[in-house]
């Protein structure tokens, strides 16, 4: 990759309110000399928002071919907090991979993450060129603890996570999910292997999944378990990094699997948090539905307020073996609001550790197989999480 463009890092939608919180981190955090820029679709926005931090604007109107092309060419790295991404992101990725700029964004839109796999991971990868979508609470939280735990282990073993968080809804996540909701039926199954390289080939070599109830007593923890919104993303990105881990000899083993689902105080809270997800899902899946949430809800551009934000946590309980006999456990956590401070620590320092060249191989990727133990050093270096 050229040291000769005009940026080592622009992050692009970053009028947005992930985009004005990952704005500010970066500036608190980029090592001197980084030579930092922000982007947005609005002149008068960007502009304002630029001369705040003191960084150089670029403009994106419409983020279409031309002004991505120009985006991915002007930067080592482009960090993208611009959703939708299935709307707003593939001419960006498209032109990231065409340029050889390493790319990292916020999405967790599965069918669109496979698309991105198709389209660049094959040239991507012989180029060197690194794109690590998912790079936010989704997925990297739980995508670097199952390497921790199962590096520290050395064992190949199956992992359970349960997430215990507080946190608050963002207008654009709302509006990401009603807008997929637009284009899949949010109840549909999807293929547990949907990430891998090879989906099919994956499924039949994964020992069988444990059939567990939606709603279950977690053995000796005297807490419950109940399905977990996120799960669908983290599941996924988990088992690629698997997988790609496994092509360079350094994967999670044949006796590996990944099932992750919401610590519940008991009984009453799981049924109840079971309750919410179906009544979520059954809005989204009906136009009716969709419009009563995206006129009720946080709309884009609005998230939770500073207080809240702050308030917030995530902890990340990961059990290795059966659930009844663990061989080990470990508890992950990690600092603020899930949606915002978590996924923008995550997203900030994933792009700060592209553009260092730290990344140790390039496709369409995950944070653990690209970024690793490194990733999470930089992210408790920063405070972001403790584990025990
Ligand atoms: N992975 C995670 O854990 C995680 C956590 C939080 C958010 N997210 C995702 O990140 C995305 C942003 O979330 P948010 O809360 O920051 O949403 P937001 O406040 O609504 O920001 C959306 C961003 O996209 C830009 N945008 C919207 N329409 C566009 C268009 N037609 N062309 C170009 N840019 C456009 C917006 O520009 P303007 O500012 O000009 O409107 C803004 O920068 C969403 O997709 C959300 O689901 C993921």
Redesign the pocket.
């Known amino acids: 990759m050229s040291d000769e463009r005009e940026f080592d890092l622009v992050l692009q939608?970053?009028?947005?309110?992930?985009?004005r919180l990952a704005a500010a981190e970066l500036c608190k955090r980029a090592p001197q000399g980084l030579r930092l820029a922000i982007s947005?679709?609005?002149r008068e926005?960007t502009e304002a928002l630029a001369e705040r931090l003191g960084l150089p604007a670029l403009v994106?109107p419409?983020?279409d071919a031309d002004a991505t092309d120009d985006l991915a060419a002007r930067s080592r790295v482009v960090l993208s907090?611009?959703?939708?991404?299935s709307?707003?992101g593939t001419l960006l990725v498209d032109a990231c991979a065409r340029h050889g700029t390493h790319y990292a964004d916020?999405?967790?839109e599965l069918v669109w993450i496979r698309e991105m796999i198709d389209r660049h991971h094959k040239t991507c990868s012989d180029a060197g060129v690194t794109l690590i979508p998912?790079?936010?609470?989704?997925s990297v939280p739980t995508d670097l603890g199952v390497q921790a735990l199962l590096s520290d282990l050395g064992e190949s073993l199956p992992v359970t996570g349960f997430f215990a968080m507080r946190g608050g809804l963002?207008?654009?996540?709302l509006?990401?999910?009603i807008a997929l909701a637009e284009e899949e039926d949010p109840r549909a199954p999807i293929h547990p292997h949907l990430l891998d390289p090879d989906p099919e080939a994956a499924l039949a070599a994964t020992p069988r999944a444990i059939k567990r109830p939606a709603v279950f007593p977690i053995p000796g923890r005297g807490r419950w378990s109940a399905p977990f919104l996120m799960a669908p993303v983290n599941e996924r990105v988990v088992r690629r990094s698997a997988a790609l881990l496994a092509e360079e000899g350094a994967g999670y083993g044949a006796g590996f699997r990944y099932d992750e689902s919401l610590l519940c105080a008991n009984r009453f809270h799981a049924h109840g948090m079971r309750s919410l997800l179906g009544i979520a899902g059954q809005l989204l899946a009906s136009p009716a539905g969709r419009w009563a949430l995206g006129r009720f809800g946080p709309s884009?551009?609005?998230?939770p307020s500073a207080r809240s934000i702050e308030q917030g946590f995530a902890r990340l309980t990961l059990v290795a073996g059966a659930l009844d006999a663990p061989v080990a456990t470990r508890t992950f956590s990690w600092r603020g609001d899930?949606?915002?401070a978590i996924?923008v620590n995550c997203l900030v320092q994933t792009g700060l550790a592209l553009a260092a060249g730290e990344a140790r191989r390039g496709g369409v990727v995950t944070a653990a197989s690209a970024l690793g133990s490194r990733l999470l050093e930089r992210l408790a270096g920063v405070q972001a999480l403790t584990w025990f």
């Open positions: 939608g970053a009028t947005g309110f992930t985009g947005g679709r609005s926005r994106t419409g983020l907090c611009a959703g939708p991404f709307r707003y916020l999405s967790g998912a790079s936010g609470f989704d963002n207008g654009g996540t509006y990401s999910g884009p551009g609005q998230g899930p949606s915002n996924t």
